[in-house]
C-alpha cells in the first residue's frame, strides 16, 4: 500500500507525499507548526529562488502564521494564475496545514 493510499490523498495532495501524511497524523497546533518549519527547512536556495519574491516564506511561530501564509499563497497563487509547480506545492501544503488547524478548532468548539 502506497503512503497515498494509507493516508487517502486525492491527485492535488500526492505530491506531498509523506507531509500530507504527517499533517493528518498530527495531533495539536504545535506539531502542526513544527511539521511545517520542517517543510520550509527542506527547500534550497534554488527552489525558494523559483517562488514569487513577494511571497517567500518566514519562521512559523503560531497557529495565526500558517493561516497567514495560506492565505497569501492563495491569493497570490490566483494573481499569478500558472506561476509554476513549486508555488502549487507550497500552496498545497500550507492549504493542508491551515485546514488541519481548523479541525483542532472545530472539535474544541464542539466540545
Keep these: 500500500m502506497t503512503s497515498e ?12 507525499g509523506p507531509w500530507y501524511c504527517a499533517l493528518r497524523e498530527a ?5 502542526v507548526v513544527a511539521l511545517a ?3 520550509i527547512r527542506q527547500w534550497g536556495p534554488h527552489e525558494l529562488a523559483a517562488l514569487p519574491s513577494r511571497c517567500l516564506p518566514w519562521r512559523m ?5 500558517i493561516d497567514l501564509y495560506a492565505y497569501l499563497l492563495s491569493n497570490l ?3 499569478d494564475a500558472g506561476s509554476g509547480p513549486r508555488l502549487a ?3 498545497s ?7 488541519r ?3 483542532f478548532t472545530r472539535w474544541t468548539a464542539c466540545r
Design 93 to 99: 501544503f500550507f492549504k493542508a496545514a491551515s485546514i
Design 5 to 16: 493510499e494509507r493516508c487517502g490523498e486525492d491527485a492535488t495532495l500526492a505530491a506531498l
Design 37 to 39: 518549519n520542517d517543510f
Design 101 to 103: 488547524l481548523g479541525q
Design 61 to 65: 511561530s503560531s497557529v495565526s502564521d
Design 89 to 91: 506545492l507550497m500552496l
Design 27 to 31: 495531533a495539536s497546533g504545535v506539531e
Design 77 to 79: 497563487d490566483r494573481e
